[in-house]
């Protein structure tokens, strides 16, 4: 199927949602302020806290309400374009699958469209929420789909049942978003340790573990699993990958980065990853950070980007600022301080020279990264920021 009839067909089921697509913030809040009271406004704040800050029994509590006939629509319009981005790479992958689980399916308004453009394949949707499988399910009678059903099942309660050659798994298995993932082996590394503690803990704490491994029991031996999670930190995506090929499943192509805007808001999402189980893995997973917008570094060449004397020769917030370090000609460190957390966290602050220049260069296990580079008049500049920082650190 062409990716504009996809879209097409997307959009029109959105609209069928009652969903509409918003590029401005002002006019987004003030079609919500038409839509909600005050109470339903305090409610939503109220469940949303509860679930950021709560437990498993809170997360319930927020999808239930969210299934409300009254806030479904304004709330997951704000998903419009995320819908839209998900839905057509899913589509572009389903083609040889029969049998499909939609795991974490919400009120199911991608695993119905699924289940419309292919009237072959079967698909089941699954979610602990039970107020968004009603949703889901009244949504599919409506459309008297006959390859669609749902169940309410929380994976962590209870296994899931059947077998399924295709899973789908998207914004569903690290649901712990304020999790920081797995830090660095130290400031001066963007790699991970192997420590087995550290990697299990992740899991556990997010949930990852036995949502995963409740997948792989239902996915076929030779299945394909479809996963995208909020994972772009590299703290976060290393150790969800490790837990993806700690399980047999291999990158069946390269991870796509995803990125939509909710409402005005860019988010970076993903990675998109395709996986297959068994057979030769052709393609190696991925553990450096991404390349980023960070300015290119030319060590020889810093002094000829001076200009405005307000402006740093050279200011990198990137993790590239950690090779533009490295490349520093004749690097002296004039001061330097490590904090180290109990549990391993690193930060680091360093203040020195390079030639004639003058620079600061701050780095943390959570792959963090500062390099400012002045020259010699302005180094006084650059000693008030390094104890600025260190005032940070106490
Ligand atoms: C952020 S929503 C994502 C919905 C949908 N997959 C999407 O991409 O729009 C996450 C969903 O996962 C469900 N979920 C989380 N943990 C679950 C579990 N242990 N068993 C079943 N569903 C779960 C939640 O109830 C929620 O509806």
Known sequence: MAPDFLRQSLREHLEWWEFKH??????????????????DLKQLALHAERKRTGDCRDEIAFYDLAAHPKICPVLYSQRYEYYEEIGVRTMAHLGQAKDVLDFGCGIGVLTIFYACLFPEKNFIGVDRSSASIAVAQERADKLGLHNLRFECVDVEAEPLSGSYDFVVATHALVQSEQDRGLPSQSWRTFERGRHLSQQLSFEERTGLAVRLDGLCQVLNSSGRMIVCEK?????????????????????????????????????????FYVLSRGGEATLNWDEEPEQDQGPRFNPDAVSMSAGDVNVPLYENHWPSAQAAWEGLKDRQVIRETTRQAPDGRQVHAERGSSREQHYLYCANTFDQRQLVIVEEARSATIDEYYQEILRGLT
């Open 22 to 39: 918003f590029s401005s913030d002002r006019e987004y809040f003030a079609w919500q302020r038409q839509q909600f009271s005050s109470e």
């Open 231 to 271: 994972t772009r930190q590299l703290a976060r995506r290393v150790p969800l990958q490790r837990a993806l090929a700690n399980r047999g499943l291999q990158l069946a192509e390269r991870p796509a980065l995803i990125r939509y805007r909710t409402v005005e808001e860019v988010v970076d999402d993903g990675p």
